[in-house]
């Protein structure tokens, strides 16, 4: 089991640890809810250290993340960040990830935990590239909420733009920054060498940053609608039946761009789906859904909103069904009232 | 932990309280809403059901999973908490007092002798 090189840290401000893809990591200090609302209205750091990233560079490097990528890295430039998908011959998501571009010919690319030896191997087999782990020198951390902004000015004094790259000198060590996350909130994110991370983490535990884990983590992505690869997204699923054709550019070849050229085409036989119960209960992965319009289909991930203190989940449902429908989810033999709703379900909609 | 002297304990890690005319009060364990966390609904019986002995009466839910509660003798439900309803997290805050669950009116004499006391409950959760 791999341990975070914060994990002493974590353990004296009281953390409960999960084997998360082999690593242990915290997964909740205090209370799940209370970090959750901490990000939600003013700021928390999680320690992310598990994630997969890798450097990536030489003259190969842009032809294989557009050969390899359903997203298109000349969409973006050097300084910025893009959300993008691998995809195996059939359109099946292989990995999501997200993409930091340095300077012209080198990037970091960021899988997810699981994937990071398989994603990294795939870069490597293309010409012209080097890749260079970074998952097992550095430390990641991701500071998330609506104040998030301010404490990277007041604590580091540089922040990075929304999906930019940035980097700052910090107590002697170097921090290599991206406008990103997954909660949905404001914030970044923060790699840097574990020294540097140790007292960077000391120095937000004191301006009143709350420790946040993997626990809330998972609520606040899900309340704001972003897929989990291994939950919503596999080998199985295609990017267009996700909701994440955002991510996905048809104009440039890629691997996999056949199915999702016929996708769009033809349409999709199912679509992931948000849900929002109006009766009291909570949506698992597993669990049954109809929609009243005829469809049927099974939640991927669901949980309570702690915001709106209502189930929600998401859903693959088949035939794809309109915003507003009337759905139900069993929940243990019960049928429980809901209805389609897009994601974030926290935000106010009028 | 908190593992109270005056109740009975289960190996399931709900407590049980004996009140006067063979009624008894049921909630479940500090270990037990320690290890669910935070518990975001409970749901509850209705008044009046007949329960049998091990029928499933209680499901709370928390961000983490879904924990059942068991009935530990055949009755019938005589009160719920329904301030737990309204309030799940009293069962984090307090699960032996402003958490506890259901009463029931107990079919029969109450036999303590497989239930739990508070030191066996307490090495069974060390």
Do not use: M
């Given at each position: 089991m791999n341990r975070s090189p914060l994990h002493q840290t974590h353990e004296s401000l009281g953390a409960r640890f999960v084997d998360f893809g082999g690593w242990e990591m915290?997964?909740?200090?205090?209370?799940v809810l209370a970090e959750h609302k901490a990000v939600r209205t003013s700021s928390g750091f999680f320690d992310v250290t598990h994630l997969g990233r890798f450097e990536l560079s030489g003259t190969g490097a842009v032809s294989a993340l557009r050969h390899l990528l359903?997203?298109?890295?000349?969409?973006i430039e050097p300084g910025r960040c893009q959300y993008t998908m691998i995809l195996n011959?059939?359109?099946?998501?292989i990995d999501d990830m997200i993409v930091w571009w340095w300077d012209s010919e080198t990037f970091w690319v960021l899988p997810n935990a699981a994937n990071q030896d398989r994603v990294m191997a795939m870069f490597a087999d293309q010409p012209g590239c080097d890749v260079q782990d970074l998952q097992m020198r550095t430390v990641m951390i991701a500071l998330q909420g609506p104040q998030a902004p301010d404490v990277f000015e007041s604590v580091i004094g540089a922040k990075p733009g929304r999906f930019r790259t940035a980097t700052a000198e910090y107590e002697g060590g170097v921090l290599s920054m991206a406008?990103?996350?997954?909660?949905?909130e404001a914030g970044g994110e923060i790699c840097t060498d574990p020294d540097t991370g140790r007292r960077l983490l000391q120095a937000l535990v004191r301006e009143g940053v709350t420790p946040c884990g993997l626990g809330a983590r998972d609520t606040l992505r899900l309340e704001s609608g972003l897929t989990l690869w291994g939950n919503d997204i596999?080998?199985?699923?295609?990017p267009l039946e996700a909701g994440?054709?955002?991510?996905?550019?048809?104009?440039h070849d890629f691997i996999g761009r056949d199915r999702l050229v016929a996708q769009s085409e033809?349409?999709?036989?199912?679509k992931l789906t948000g849900l929002v119960l109006s009766g009291r209960g909570i949506p698992r992965s597993g669990y049954d859904v109809r929609s009243d319009d005829g469809g049927v289909g099974t939640v991927t991930s669901g949980n309570l909103?702690?915001?709106?203190e209502t189930g929600v989940g998401l859903a693959y449902i088949s035939p794809p069904t309109d915003l507003g429908t009337g759905v139900e989810v069993e929940v243990r033999g019960r049928w429980v009232r809901g209805t389609v709703e897009d994601p974030p379900f926290h935000k106010e909609r009028g | 932990m908190q593992v109270p002297e005056h109740l009975h304990y289960t190996e399931e890690h709900e407590w049980i309280e004996q009140l006067e005319d063979s009624r008894i009060r049921i909630g479940i364990t500090d270990y037990a809403q320690d290890q669910l966390g935070d518990v975001v609904y409970v749901e509850l019986p209705e008044v009046d059901t007949e329960v049998a002995k091990e029928d499933l009466i209680v499901e709370i839910e928390s961000t983490k999973s879904v924990g059942e509660v068991y009935a530990?003798?055949?009755?019938?439900?005589?009160?719920?908490?329904d301030a737990v309803a309204e309030s799940p997290e009293l069962v984090n805050s307090s699960p032996y007092d402003e958490g506890w669950l259901a009463m029931i009116e107990v079919e029969g004499e109450i036999d303590t002798s497989d239930l739990l006391d508070a030191g066996g409950y307490g090495n069974l959760t060390e």
């Open positions: 915290p997964v909740q200090y205090d209370s359903c997203n298109d890295i000349d969409r011959e059939n359109g099946g998501i406008g990103t996350g997954y909660t949905g596999d080998e199985t699923t295609t994440l054709g955002f991510a996905v550019s048809l104009d033809h349409g999709v036989e199912r909103s702690p915001i709106l | 530990p003798f055949a009755g019938k439900i005589v009160a719920v908490n």
